[in-house]
């Protein structure tokens, strides 16, 4: 989803609830002029970047959790000690690698390399080098919420599918395995 100038009315504001961005180069592209919109019960599941800005700034001033009840974030490395369902720690958006690609674009090649891991590891062991979050979510969510049932579509939550899709690949894995050693034997 990419967002500008959001929204274009004062006394019309946008509320993003309940929708799922996922799988995607880049789960939100926002200009650092949104404001004003509100987040509450999304999915960013596994995007290379959650929310995305073009340009200098941050998006603080959006809402990004609602009565206490933010968006849930598979980046999330937070945790849930009272088992409530929400984070006790905030989401922040905040990578080094991130923070260059706006200025440096042709970075992205790089992406999903271990050099833009290490760089961002660099950067929470030395908090010099640490920027500032673009935003950040209160009250993010532990676990994906159910999305609304789409025409057509069984209603499956996304834990279970992922869950599905993880078993699916070990088993393979597992077959594969002992189809090469059957094999080399």
Same mark, same amino acid.
């Given at each position: 989803v990419y967002t500008d100038g959001s929204p274009i009315q004062p006394d019309a504001p946008v509320h993003f609830r309940r929708n799922l961005f996922a799988y995607n180069?880049?789960?939100?592209l926002m *200009? +650092?002029?949104?404001?004003?919109?509100? @987040?509450?019960?999304?999915?960013?599941?596994?995007n290379g970047e959650q929310i995305g800005m073009a340009g200098g700034?941050?998006?603080?001033?959006?809402?990004?959790?609602?009565?206490?009840r933010g968006n849930y974030w598979s980046d999330y490395t937070g945790f849930d000690a009272d088992g409530d369902r929400i984070g006790? *720690? +905030?989401?922040?958006?905040?990578?080094? @690698?991130?923070?260059?690609l706006v200025a440096y674009p042709d970075?992205?090649?790089?992406?999903l390399s271990p050099a833009a891991d290490a760089l961002d590891l660099a950067a929470r062991a030395f908090p010099i080098f640490q920027p500032q979050p673009k935003m950040a979510d209160p009250h993010p969510l532990t676990e994906p919420p159910l999305l609304p049932e789409?025409?057509?579509?069984?209603?499956?939550p996304v834990a279970a599918n992922l869950a599905i899709s993880?078993?699916?690949v070990a088993l393979a894995t597992l077959v594969l395995g002992v189809g090469l050693g059957w094999r080399t034997r």
């Open positions: 180069e880049s789960g939100m *200009l +650092p002029n949104v404001k004003d919109n509100t @987040f509450q019960e999304n999915i960013f599941l596994d700034g941050d998006l603080t001033k959006n809402a990004w959790a609602v009565e206490g006790d *720690l +905030p989401y922040e958006a905040k990578s080094l @690698f991130e923070n260059l970075l992205r090649l790089f992406q789409v025409p057509g579509l069984p209603e499956t993880l078993a699916m």
